[in-house]
């Protein structure tokens, strides 16, 4: 069974910097368009960035210009660089299929602080 591994998160300050990957069994990820998502405390898990399979990316207002998703095929890891980083931004942070209806089963995230 497929299992997505989220790794990278933790405490920063604001205006700081954050490298998330995600990485899964197999050879599947480089297959499908990829995406992250986050889930803030007391809100509903929501999407953040996407990457298709030839590599176009696009992301969430609130996140455009700060984050930038990427892949590695050969490595079989999608990565999210978080730059400028708000307190807003805290919330676990996850991978998973994009640009479709199917999700696979989700991974345990990776949890993001932004605190002074």
């Known amino acids: 069974q497929l299992q997505l591994v989220e790794s990278g998160g933790g405490l920063v300050q604001p205006g700081g910097s954050l490298r998330l990957s995600c990485a899964a069994s197999?050879?599947?990820?480089?297959?499908?368009?990829m995406g992250w998502y986050r889930q803030a405390p007391g809100k509903q898990r929501e999407w953040a960035a996407g990457i298709t399979r030839g590599g176009t990316t696009n992301y969430a207002d609130s996140v455009k210009g700060r984050f930038t998703i990427s892949r590695d095929n050969a490595k079989n890891t999608v990565y999210l660089q978080m730059n400028s980083l708000k307190p807003e931004d805290t919330a676990v942070y996850y991978c998973?299929?994009?640009?479709?209806?199917?999700?696979?089963?989700w991974g345990q995230g990776t949890q993001v602080t932004v605190s002074s």
């Open positions: 998973n299929r994009a640009y479709d209806t199917s999700r696979w089963d």
């Open positions: 197999g050879s599947i990820l480089s297959i499908y368009a």
